[in-house]
């Protein structure tokens, strides 16, 4: 019998390392960019 680790888990957290990686990537570009996506709708409103 030939032993073989399990990776299941090794998977899972690194499936959890890339959400979260990601996860932070659209944070950060929202705080940059939120921004002036409100200002664009705030003139929007105005100019109605």
């Known amino acids: 019998m030939i032993y073989q680790p399990r990776e299941e888990g090794q ?3 690194e499936y959890a390392l890339i959400l979260v990686l990601v996860a932070v ?3 950060v570009i929202l ?3 939120g921004p002036a996506v409100g200002n664009i709708f705030s003139n929007i409103v105005v100019n109605i």
Do not use: D
Request: glycine share 12%; charged share 0%.
């Open 11 to 13: 998977g899972l957290v």
């Open 25 to 27: 990537v659209v944070i």
């Open 31 to 33: 705080a940059l960019i």
